[in-house]
């Protein structure tokens, strides 16, 4: 199984101080990763897999891991860093941007990622979360309703702005968002604990 840093940064969203245990680390598929706070959710999923990559190099201790992480494991957030420390851009061989599923024991609690530059290879061993990830397939609402396309770095220009503002709701930080078709632009509204009320508009991308 081979993962990139998109299916490693998600680890950003979750909570350092979580008591559930088993929010404190990304659960890692055969074929997908996934990252929740409890309040939000990410999943990034391999659609094609990279393993079809003629490219990949020969590694030492790969085993077939499929039965491992067909239910998933959960791996802890100290073990993604160090993991996506040790990813290199590499131009001339993308492949080797990418980290490797490996396992040295016969032993489902540990978990073992590999990054190479074809001359070293660079392992990281851990410990897996033994606690049950949340069904979180039941909670992603269906891809139905109005579709609106954004531009990310236009929606978090406009979020951190707000975000500094003295907002009503200092505990949530709330607003609200109205969307009425996809070729219109989105409105955000708020206010301040001044009463001021704030209005921010998002324009969609043309498709």
């Known amino acids: 199984m081979i993962y990139n840093k998109n299916n490693l940064i998600i680890q950003n969203i979750i909570n350092k101080n979580e008591a559930r245990t088993e929010l404190t680390g990304i659960l890692v598929k055969k074929d997908r990763t996934v990252a929740t706070d409890s309040f939000c959710l990410i999943e990034v999923k391999n659609v094609k897999p990279l393993a079809e990559n003629k490219d990949i190099p020969a590694l030492q201790g790969v085993k077939n891991l499929t039965s491992m992480v067909k239910q998933g494991q959960i791996v802890p957030t100290a073990t993604i860093k160090k993991v996506l420390g040790n990813l290199k851009e590499n131009k ?18 540990q978990i073992q990622f590999t990054t190479t530059d074809l001359k070293n290879e660079n392992n990281v061993l851990s410990k897996t979360i033994d606690e049950k990830f949340p069904d979180y397939e039941k909670i992603i609402p269906p891809e139905r309703g109005i579709k609106i396309t954004l531009d990310l770095k236009i929606l978090k220009k406009v979020i951190d702005v707000l975000n500094k503002m003295d907002l009503a709701d200092i505990n949530n930080n709330s607003a609200e968002i109205f969307i009425t078709n996809s070729n219109k632009p989105i409105l955000i509204k708020t206010k301040t604990k001044q009463e001021q009320e704030v209005r921010a508009v998002i324009m969609p991308i043309r498709q």
């Open 92 to 109: 001339d061989l993308p492949i080797l941007e990418n980290c490797f599923l490996t396992h040295t024991k016969n032993d489902k609690t």
